[in-house]
């Protein structure tokens, strides 16, 4: 194989990888919310998403080893980077002890901080306490996938997350189908989750790269210092992140009801189906952008960059297509006893605030490479901020309940149009415009999509089975796929696209 079909194939498998535990997540949701309640998936999402609050902390100084380890690798300076690998690993240690405790105290009083139903509270508990391990596991795991990202063998890492999703998958099976209906199961699988993928990817860190190792004695405050300079903003830039999606959820529970805190995590948890794609497969090209980035390679790595916006943009425009044309008909055979058309808004409102932020999100890399974080951690704080005011006076003086709590988020989202395309091209010290033909191609795709799929699923009644909702689905991903190629992709794009796809 050639390095591009190499990289496709990273791009395949971060896609199965996606829609792989994408499908899990939409075996759960009727699970928690037939079996349990609709309010007992609410908290599902909300302990994962109120662990990220940690991460602010972790983020500081583990978003960069990956980069300084491969860089120091790659130009042979071996010494350095076990230096890199093993401050970060022991640092990861150290937060995991002294962040433990603090977090213990507010999970065991967490029925005194939110709305908890009393039959929930214990359940609740332990479900903080279940994700919380699960989040110290996977930041030493994260470390760990450092021997594949290296070798650029990101199918690897892909194949070893879709092995522990299956074992995941199985132990919720027996434990919904054969002990009980506690929803902490699904912290109790998740947490299964990361420890196996925790050894797997241990065993293929030491394959591929069996010098890396970790030891105590190469640990360097310096070392963790530099990470901790660059790693700051990133830091600050989840801290507006939280403000965009994060406390949406902890708003709801606290502002409206448990009820609508459900049906917004449950929408949430579709439409996140596109976003985590767009994420998996921008993940799949960063280890080949670094070396052109490395080599000093500027016009080819721009030319991956546009590439890869749009593989995301297509992905968008399939998605979204999908999730428009046949959400409804999804909800009412999946959860019909719910209320099924105040949910598919609120999907299609979430879909939707991806429009753009799935198209760039390649771009976010740049800021990597060029340890160049300050004005996008600005930016983000400064739409973070706008995003809960918004939210607080439209739940405060406005009567729209739960659409507020999302429709704030899907306008704030449009002003990634103006700051990663141009900030990207300062960063890499080209003309302005340089992305911005992509994303001309990109509006216009998703205008002619938007109408070409609603016109197109009318020929076909509501499905009464999920065999007339495939092929509905099917169609709309046709007609997406048509649409994007024939409008987005170059002549030589579509030439390798069609090698591609024969193999």
């Known amino acids: 194989m050639d390095f591009r079909r190499v990289l496709k194939n990273n791009s395949l498998w971060a896609a199965l990888l996606v829609i792989f535990k994408s499908a899990i997540g939409f075996f759960l949701v009727p699970f928690i919310t037939n079996i349990v309640s609709i309010e007992a998936y609410g908290y599902v999402l909300l302990a994962n998403t109120m662990i990220t609050y940690i ?61 908890i139903y009393a039959g929930l509270a214990s359940d609740v508990k332990i479900l903080f306490a279940l994700v919380l391990v699960r989040y110290y596991v996977s930041l030493i795991a994260s470390t760990m996938e450092i021997g594949a990202f290296i070798r650029d063998r990101y199918a690897t890492i892909a194949k070893c997350k879709i092995f522990s999703s299956a074992i995941q998958v199985g132990i919720i099976l027996v434990l919904y189908g054969a002990v009980g209906r506690k929803v902490y199961y699904v912290g109790i699988a998740a947490l299964a989750y990361d420890i196996v993928n925790l050894c797997l990817q241990y065993f293929f860190k030491h394959r591929y790269t069996p010098n890396l190792k970790v030891d105590y004695t190469k640990f360097s405050f310096s070392s963790i210092a530099q990470l901790f300079t660059n790693g700051i903003w990133i830091a600050i830039n989840n801290v507006g992140n939280i403000l965009n999606n994060g406390l949406d959820l902890l708003i709801t529970n606290l502002m409206i009801s448990e009820v609508v805190m459900g049906q917004i995590s449950v929408a949430k948890t579709i439409s996140s189906l596109n976003y985590s794609i767009v994420s998996g497969i921008s993940e799949s090209f960063k280890a080949k952008q670094l070396k052109m980035y490395s080599l000093g390679k500027t016009h080819e790595l721009i030319d991956e960059l546009k590439y890869a916006m749009k593989i995301t943009g297509t992905v968008f425009l399939v998605i979204s297509g999908v999730f428009i044309s046949c959400g409804q008909d999804l909800l009412f055979l999946w959860m019909r006893k719910q209320d099924v058309k105040t949910i598919y808004y609120l999907l299609v409102i979430c879909v939707l605030s991806d429009f753009m932020p799935s198209l760039v999100k390649p771009l976010y890399y740049v800021y990597t490479l060029t340890t160049k974080m300050r004005i996008p951690c600005y930016v983000t704080i400064a739409m973070g901020t706008m995003n809960v005011i918004s939210m607080f006076l439209l739940l405060k003086c406005t009567s729209f309940g739960g659409y507020a709590v999302v429709l704030t988020t899907l306008v704030i989202n449009t002003i990634h149009v103006v700051d990663a395309p141009l900030y990207s091209a300062h960063c890499l010290g080209v003309k302005l415009s340089t992305f911005y033909n992509v994303v001309a191609v990109y509006v216009v795709a998703f205008a002619f999509n938007m109408v070409m799929c609603r016109l197109g699923i009318r020929i076909i009644p509501f499905p009464v089975s999920w065999g007339m909702l495939i092929v509905k689905a099917v169609i709309s991903v046709l007609i997406s796929v048509i649409i994007s190629v024939c409008i987005m992709f170059t002549r030589d794009e579509k030439r390798e696209l069609y090698k591609f796809m024969k193999g």
């Open 55 to 115: 991460d602010i902390v972790s983020i500081s100084f583990n978003y960069f080893a990956q980069r300084y380890i491969s860089i120091s690798f790659h130009r042979g300076e071996y010494e350095s980077s076990d230096r890199y690998y093993s401050s970060i690993i022991i640092a990861d240690i150290i937060l995991c002890v002294t962040t433990s405790v603090p977090i213990a105290f507010f999970i065991w009083n967490l029925d005194k901080i939110l709305n």
